[in-house]
């Protein structure tokens, strides 16, 4: 590679971290309007968890880049999963800050734990891992929203109050604030890993009306299944209030105590 190819390659990360997420938009729209497909199989493996053994398969993704990881519970004899009846099926966005550094403002984490644990006692299941920060506007609009929503005061970090009202900032006031939405994940890919497997019939393990339509809308039949994390503190317990205020999630005040 020569000095102005490493260059060149250097200036097109810049612009992909800097990209706004309408291009990803553009391109899905582009690649299903001509059939063709979204993303690509890069590899499978069988894998021992501690809540079971599965099949891990990674997904890259043409519009985005990114890759998706996607696990099935239970020995898979065939591509085709006829026979693996209605499973379980969680569709979950990653969030970096809880899953690897155990961020205690949501819940997200405890969330993919409770649903691997279920689909382990029932040996299937299928766990999409959807690379798709900040609900769906990005890693850079997570942490732009984060900044706005928690503070340093003294050695602790605290929530920031809104100046009018009193009340604790959300993160999704945080996106609005920023010129982002609340939800903007696309579930497009989902669906089309499921039809992949030829899954057409799920329990989805998920209280957001968004991915219920997301998966419908691409013609999955889906019964919702709900799954509630008791709050571990006062700022995951406002957060969930937030996503049932603003988001519309199925999350009762029972579910929060
Ligand atoms: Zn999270």
Same mark, same amino acid.
């Given at each position: 590679?020569?000095?102005?190819?490493?260059?060149?390659?250097?200036?097109?990360?810049?612009?992909?971290?800097?990209?706004?997420?309408?291009?990803?938009?553009?391109?899905?729209? *582009?690649?299903? !309007?001509?059939?063709?497909?979204?993303?690509?199989?890069?590899?499978?493996?069988?894998?021992?968890?501690?809540?079971?053994?599965?099949?891990?398969?990674?997904?890259?993704?043409?519009? !985005?880049?990114? /890759? @998706?990881?996607?696990? #099935?519970?239970?020995? #898979?004899?065939?591509? =085709?999963?006829?026979?693996?009846?209605?499973?379980?099926?969680?569709? @979950?966005?990653?969030?970096?800050?809880?899953?690897? *550094? @155990?961020?205690?403002?949501? /819940?997200?984490?405890?969330?993919?734990?409770?649903?691997?644990?279920?689909?382990?006692?029932?040996?299937?299941?299928?766990?999409?891992?959807?690379?798709?920060?900040?609900? +769906?506007? +990005?890693?850079?609009?997570?942490?732009?929203?984060?900044?706005?929503?928690?503070?340093?005061?003294?050695? /602790?970090?605290?929530?920031?109050?809104?100046?009018? !009202? +009193? =009340?604790?900032?959300?993160?999704?006031?945080?996106?609005?604030?920023?010129?982002?939405?609340?939800?903007?994940?696309? *579930?497009?890919?989902?669906?089309?890993?499921?039809?992949?497997?030829?899954?057409?019939?799920?329990?989805?393990?998920?209280?957001?009306?968004?991915?219920?339509?997301?998966?419908?809308?691409?013609?999955?039949?889906?019964?919702?299944?709900? #799954? @509630?994390?008791?709050?571990?503190? =006062?700022?995951?317990?406002?957060?969930?209030?937030? =996503?049932?205020?603003?988001?519309?999630?199925?999350?009762?005040?029972?579910?929060?105590?």
């Amino acid at each position: 590679m020569d000095r102005d190819e490493v260059l060149r390659l250097i200036a097109y990360r810049d612009k992909e971290w800097d990209r706004p997420w309408e291009t990803e938009k553009e391109l899905r729209d *582009f690649l299903k !309007s001509d059939n063709k497909p979204l993303l690509r199989e890069i590899g499978r493996t069988p894998l021992p968890t501690e809540y079971g053994d599965v099949t891990y398969f990674v997904f890259g993704d043409y519009t !985005s880049g990114k /890759e @998706h990881d996607v696990i #099935i519970f239970g020995k #898979i004899a065939e591509e =085709k999963l006829k026979d693996y009846g209605e499973p379980l099926v969680r569709i @979950h966005s990653s969030c970096r800050s809880s899953e690897l *550094f @155990h961020a205690s403002n949501c /819940e997200c984490r405890e969330e993919l734990d409770l649903a691997m644990k279920t689909m382990g006692k029932e040996k299937k299941g299928v766990v999409l891992y959807l690379n798709q920060e900040g609900a +769906g506007n +990005g890693i850079r609009a997570k942490l732009s929203a984060y900044k706005d929503t928690f503070e340093w005061k003294g050695a /602790e970090i605290v929530t920031r109050l809104d100046q009018n !009202s +009193g =009340k604790p900032v959300s993160v999704y006031d945080g996106y609005t604030k920023k010129g982002y939405k609340t939800e903007n994940r696309d *579930f497009t890919i989902a669906a089309e890993i499921l039809k992949r497997f030829d899954i057409r019939s799920v329990r989805l393990m998920t209280n957001n009306p968004n991915k219920i339509n997301g998966l419908v809308s691409e013609g999955i039949n889906v019964k919702p299944y709900g #799954i @509630h994390i008791k709050p571990a503190n =006062k700022t995951v317990e406002e957060h969930l209030r937030a =996503k049932a205020d603003k988001l519309g999630h199925s999350i009762e005040e029972k579910d929060l105590r």
